[in-house]
């Protein structure tokens, strides 16, 4: 038990609605690829797939700053083009 929640300053409860919020809820999170590996799911090339996120048609997300070795794709992004709208909602 947390320190915290020991002494009284805060329940169990409310400690663990916070940890979900910040931490997440055990569902699964969106990991980040690079552009060869969003290139090969895509059947593109790894500059088209640089040009689709330079444009912002795919989300992605530079992990170092000034080194373009470092820029990542989130794998939802390329999820959402290969799986189209109309199946989505099919339920």
Do not use: H, W
């Not at 947390?2 to 940890?19: H, M, Y």
């Not at 700053?65 to 794998?75: G, H, L, N, T, Y």
């Amino acid at each position: 038990m947390a320190p915290a929640v020991v002494v009284g300053e805060i329940s169990q409860g409310d400690l663990d609605k916070f940890l979900s919020s910040v931490i997440g809820d055990g569902t699964k999170r969106d990991s980040l690829i690079t552009y060869r590996e969003a290139a090969e799911q895509l059947g593109l090339s790894t500059k088209t797939v640089k040009r689709m996120a330079d444009s912002g048609e795919l989300k992605s997300k530079r992990l170092r700053a000034e080194c373009f070795k470092s820029i990542r794709v989130f794998q939802s992004s390329i999820d959402s083009i290969l799986t189209p709208e109309s199946e989505n909602s099919k339920g």
